[in-house]
C-alpha cells in the first residue's frame, strides 16, 4: 500500500511539473492577440442542404458500442461520420499511441500508465484529468490484458467525467429568443452565428442576425455571406458604427416582424481587453433594456486549437459577461481534442456545440456518448 502511496505521489508531483503557468497561478493569459488579422471570407461556399438537418433527427443512445456500431453502418455524410472525420487527429494520437503501449507485453506495468499519462496530457485533457483516469486503471489493471480493453475502461470512464458535467439544453421558450454570441477575434464566431442560423431556419424557426460587428466592413460582408447561405435576414449599419444601436435595431425588427430567433454577432478585438468587455457589456445591456429578459443566452466561442488558453479566455468572458453556453470550434483542427474533457471538467459552463469543420453542416450538439464513441 504505501509503495503504490509513493507510485501516486511521484505520479502527482510529476504531473504538476508539466503544469503550464495559466493554469497554476489561474492567471489570465494574455497571449490571444486582439489585433491579430483574421482571414474574414471564409472558403468554403456549399450551399445548405436542408434536408441534411431534418434527417438528422438525434437518436437515444443506449450505448457507447451501438454508437459505434451506427458509425460503422452510416454513410459518409451522416452525422456521426462527420464527428468522427472532424475527431479523426485526436483519435490517431490517443488510438495509435495506446496500440504501441502494448507491443510487446500483455500485461499493464508503472512504464504503462507513465507512457498513458504523457498520451492523455498531450491531447490536453488536462493534467489532474490524467492523473485521476491513470488512478482509475491502475486500480484495474488485472483486467486489462490488451488495447481494446484499456481503451474501454477509457471511454467508460471519460463518459463518466462528461455525463456529470451535461446539463439539459435550455429550451426556447421566448420570442424572439435572442443569442449573444462573444468570444476573442478568429474563433469562429461569425461562422457559427451562420451555422446556427442555417439550423434553426431549417427547423422552421425565422431568424435575425446582427451584425454587431462593426470593427471592419469586412466583416460585416462575411456575415452577409452567411446570412444569404443560411436564407435569413440581416440587421446592419455602417463599419464603426455603434454596435449597441445594432443590436437594439434587430430586436426591434425581430418584434416587428415576429421572428423566433435573433443571433448577434460581435467584435473579438478592440484597441484593448478593457474596452472590448465593456462594449460587449453596453451590447448586453442595450439588449436588455431593450427585451426584458434578453439575451436568453450568450453563447461563448472557444477555438480547440488554442488548448489551455480556451480556459483562460472561458474565464475572462465570464467573469464581465455571464456566459450562458460554449461552442468549441475547430476540434477538426487539433489531436488536442482531449480539451474537450478539460472544458467540461473545469468550467462551469455547459459545452453546447462542437464545430468539426468550416461547411455549414459541421456544427454539432455536444453529446458525450457520441463524443466518446467517436474518440476511441
Ligand atoms: P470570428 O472572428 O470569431 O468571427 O471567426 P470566423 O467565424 O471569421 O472564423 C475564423 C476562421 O475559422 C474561418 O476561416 C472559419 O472558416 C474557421 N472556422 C470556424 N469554425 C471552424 C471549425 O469548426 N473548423 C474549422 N476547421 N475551421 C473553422
Ligand atoms: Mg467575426
Not at 508539466?18 to 497561478?25: G, L, S
Not at 443569442?179 to 446556427?196: D, E, P, R, S
Not at 446570412?227 to 425588427?253: F, L, N, T, W
Not at 429578459?293 to 480556459?311: F, K, M, R, S, Y
Request: negative net charge.
Amino acid at each position: 500500500f504505501i509503495m503504490a502511496l509513493n507510485w501516486f505521489k511521484k505520479k502527482k508531483n510529476k504531473a504538476e511539473e508539466k503544469t503550464r503557468p495559466d493554469q497554476k497561478t489561474g492567471e489570465v493569459s494574455q497571449s490571444f492577440e486582439f489585433d491579430d488579422v483574421q482571414a474574414e471570407t471564409p472558403e468554403n461556399k456549399t450551399d445548405i442542404k436542408h434536408e441534411e438537418f431534418e434527417s438528422e433527427t438525434p437518436i437515444p443512445p443506449d450505448s457507447i458500442d451501438e454508437e459505434v456500431d451506427r458509425g460503422a453502418s452510416e454513410k459518409p455524410t451522416g452525422f456521426f461520420k462527420r464527428l468522427k472525420n472532424g475527431l479523426s487527429k485526436t483519435r490517431k494520437l490517443l488510438t495509435t499511441d495506446i496500440n504501441d503501449l502494448f507491443a510487446g507485453k500483455r500485461k499493464i506495468d508503472d512504464e504503462l500508465l507513465d507512457e498513458l499519462e504523457e498520451i492523455l496530457i498531450t491531447s490536453d485533457i488536462g493534467v489532474q484529468t490524467a492523473t485521476d483516469l491513470i488512478r482509475g486503471i491502475s486500480l484495474k489493471s488485472s483486467e486489462i490484458s490488451g488495447p481494446d480493453q484499456l481503451k474501454k475502461v477509457l471511454r467508460e470512464k471519460i463518459l463518466e467525467l462528461l455525463n456529470a458535467a451535461m446539463k439539459p439544453p435550455q429550451a426556447i421558450v421566448n420570442k424572439p429568443h435572442v443569442i449573444m454570441v462573444i468570444g476573442v477575434n478568429g474563433t469562429g464566431k461569425t461562422t457559427t452565428i451562420g451555422k446556427l442560423a442555417a439550423r434553426f431556419s431549417a427547423s422552421g424557426k425565422k431568424v435575425i442576425i446582427a451584425a454587431a460587428d462593426t470593427f471592419r466592413a469586412a466583416a460585416i460582408e462575411q456575415l452577409g455571406i452567411w446570412a444569404d447561405r443560411a436564407g435569413v435576414e440581416i440587421i446592419k449599419h455602417r463599419e464603426m458604427s455603434d454596435p449597441a444601436a445594432v443590436a437594439y435595431d434587430s430586436i426591434e425588427a425581430a418584434v416587428a416582424r415576429d421572428a423566433d430567433i435573433v443571433l448577434v454577432d460581435t467584435a473579438g478585438r478592440l484597441h484593448t481587453k478593457k474596452n472590448l468587455m465593456e462594449e460587449l457589456k453596453k451590447i448586453k445591456r442595450t439588449i436588455s433594456n431593450k427585451l426584458a429578459g434578453a439575451p436568453h443566452e450568450v453563447l461563448l466561442i472557444l477555438d480547440a486549437t488554442t488548448g489551455q488558453n480556451a480556459l483562460s479566455q472561458a474565464s475572462l468572458f465570464n467573469d464581465a459577461l455571464d456566459v450562458t453556453g460554449i461552442a468549441l470550434t475547430k476540434l477538426d483542427g487539433t489531436a488536442k481534442g482531449g480539451i474537450v474533457v478539460s472544458i467540461c471538467k473545469t468550467l462551469e459552463i455547459p459545452l453546447t456545440y462542437i464545430g468539426v469543420g468550416e461547411k455549414i453542416e459541421d456544427l454539432q450538439e455536444f453529446d458525450p456518448i457520441q463524443f466518446v464513441a467517436a474518440l476511441f
